[in-house]
């Protein structure tokens, strides 16, 4: 099979490719990734030699570069990773969400109808939900739960999902969703909580924590987001959303406090900051459907997977300190420059 990841730059779709270049040496592995502040091709290091992977920067919005791309490829399938993926910068500036999340979707359904694509795969979040108050621990989202969402973010990719759906009920585009809950794990960029806290509590810098720090989050390893799609892909029936979690909510401030606590660093690191926009209160998932058609059960609970990843930032520091200081943006000029 030849399978488009779109995002595989980034932090969950480089997960995935290194997941799928590994398990399935028969698949060729095409990632598309425009390299936006988010993608990182150090991320992909580990792979880039493999004779069944093979990059390709450009936008999945730019409809003819798209459409030959996939004239060229014949993909069997895609597998949708690529966007604009940060709450608070959707905050700052709307618009370029609505450019990749919506457009970039349209645009990536249309070549999919046209070249014949034999499944399409959109990776949403559980923020197309909305969010659950903090006094009902008993509710959770289900695939029925409305969409009704928050920010520009989740609103982006909430009307992306309404595409995806409407490609297949008008033009039968075999199309699935999976909507998973926040996830940690290796090469996450440092602006999302987790890697912020590692990387600048490792600097003894203060930990920003918005309002009192007891909006709940529902924890997923990455590796276990992977492994809901792959098999989401390869026997999820068409037309269906899959809701992707593992049951390990968490608020902000016992986030903070595990991380703090397992680096050895004070707690006076933490600094309550103003709180975000429409800060959503919680995310909860409820998994049952993926577990009960397809078997998909988490290998690791919050408490497993944590101290993993803090020894992954520790073991890799390099990776996040060339982020920070800017150093992986030079690595596509420097890797390819003399190749353009
Ligand atoms: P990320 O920001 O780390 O990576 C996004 C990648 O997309 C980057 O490599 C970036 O360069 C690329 N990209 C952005 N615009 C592009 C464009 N126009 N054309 C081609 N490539 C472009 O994001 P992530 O956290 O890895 O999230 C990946 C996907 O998973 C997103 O669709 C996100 O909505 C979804 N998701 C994320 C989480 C989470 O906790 N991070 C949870 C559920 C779902
Ligand atoms: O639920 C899935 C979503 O999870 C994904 O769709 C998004 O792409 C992903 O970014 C993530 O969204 P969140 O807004 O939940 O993640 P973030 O890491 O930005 O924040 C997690 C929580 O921590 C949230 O309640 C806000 C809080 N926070 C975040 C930052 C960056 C702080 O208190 N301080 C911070 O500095």
Redesign the pocket.
Known sequence: MKILVTGGAGFIGGNFVHYMVNKYPEDMIVNLDLLTYAGNLETLKPVEDKPNYKFVRGDIADRRFVFDLFEKEKFDVVINFAAE????RSIKNPEIFVQTNVLGTTTLLDAANAFGVKRYHQVS???VYGDLPLDRPDLFFTEETPLHTSSP??SS?ASADLFVMAYHRTFGTPVTISR????YGPYQFP????P?IISRAMNDEKI???GE?L?V?DWLHVYDHCVAIDLIVRNGKVGEVYNVGGHNERT?MQ?VETVLSALGKPLSLIEH?AD?KG??RR?AIDPAKITRELGWQPKYSFDTGIPMTIDWYLQNKEWWENIISGEYQQYFEKMYGDRL
Do not use: A
């Open positions: 993926s940060h709450v608070d979040t559980d923020e973010y989740s990719k998973c809950s926040n996830n602006e999302k909580f987790i912020l920003p924590v918005y720090g909006n989050r902000n986030i900051v975000r800060h959503d995310y």
